[in-house]
């Protein structure tokens, strides 16, 4: 396994006005953090439904589900201990627009939602060690541990993506991290883990 | 932890005619058992997503996916070492009318799934043993070894539902568990790990 960094396929880092705003709203953002971790497990298990003939890519993402999993059991711990209770949230545009970007034909469809996949992974990756130099010290060394597992994840979607589609994945791949660029940068109603920064105003 | 047998709530034993097809189209049998467990695992994650706010239930259904995602791995590196390649199948008609049976009202949704998903295990269950029975050593302990498991979750999903509607569980039961036992004993077109056994003729 390379030694990559989440940085080297975002387009941009996060604005130091998301971080501010996530880290003064925490328990609002454990909890959309808990339902992204629920989300990532349900997103690799559909994979796992759309591509079972992809054996070695089957295995890997059951693997990845599980650890998913047991990151949204320690989220939900962490919650309970911090007595922030469970309460449904809006969705927030971004991982819903960038789905949204997925092409519908075979096989471009595998190849994007690998992408689209890592550089969920990726931004994750890097919003976890943002968040973990403004928490206190049981959350934060969570989050430290969970930038480590996302890196994992979002090389590991990204080997498959070049392994599956030598040809073409770098050009596609810059064209869905320019649109996860703007979403995770531009200006956003809802305040979420993968949103962009509030509006000023 | 009760030591309920999962034949206490199956109203049928499994007819031999069904454990002897299975024994002798094992390879077969072997893709929709691994298909089998990856629905385990989708299932305990839609309830996971459909009642969030049951924090209990969800912590446990997380574990509970968990080990059937593990499951899936199991199933499938056996399939890998006997060289039985994955093929997609027509699925049966067992879990679909059971979830068909689910009514759509709020609370009697969450009961009818935690019961359905109980039925299905201690179906599971069952069906493991007698395979056992009749497999050579590697594949007979994995499934030793699966039957134990999927008597804990039958036990899990069956607590949950005597917790959640204690007036209300035992009647229903009643009523899901007659119909699970005629998809599981009737004679059945398509031979599954749910099936009934084959047509005489």
């Excluded at 309460?87 to 519908?104: I, M, N």
């Excluded at 976890?128 to 206190?136: C, I, K, Q, R, S």
């Excluded at 791949?173 to 979403?183: F, H, S, V, Y």
């Amino acid at each position: 396994m390379s030694a990559t960094l989440p940085e080297s396929i975002l387009r941009a880092p996060t604005p130091p006005a998301w971080t501010a705003a996530a880290a003064a709203r925490m328990p609002e953002l454990l909890v959309d953090h808990a339902n992204c971790e629920k989300k990532a497990a349900s997103s690799a298990m559909a994979l796992i439904f759309a591509y079972p003939e992809d054996t070695a890519l089957v295995l890997a993402l059951a693997r990845l589900a599980r650890e998913e999993l047991r990151h949204f059991e320690q989220v939900h711990r962490a919650m309970r201990e911090l007595a922030i209770p469970v309460v449904r949230q809006r969705p927030g545009r971004y991982a819903q627009e960038l789905r949204r970007a997925a092409r519908t034909t075979h096989p471009e469809r595998k190849l994007d939602l690998l992408l689209i996949a890592a550089l969920i992974e990726a931004r994750s990756a890097e919003r976890f060690g943002l968040l973990a130099e403004h928490l206190p010290v049981p959350l934060a060394a969570l989050y430290v541990q969970l930038a480590h597992a996302e890196a994992r994840h979002f090389e590991l979607y990204l080997d498959f993506a070049r392994e599956r589609a030598p040809a073409v994945w770098r050009g596609r791949l810059d064209e869905l991290a320019a649109r996860e660029a703007l979403l995770a940068t531009a200006p956003d109603r809802e305040l979420r883990f993968h949103s962009g920064p509030p509006p000023v105003n």
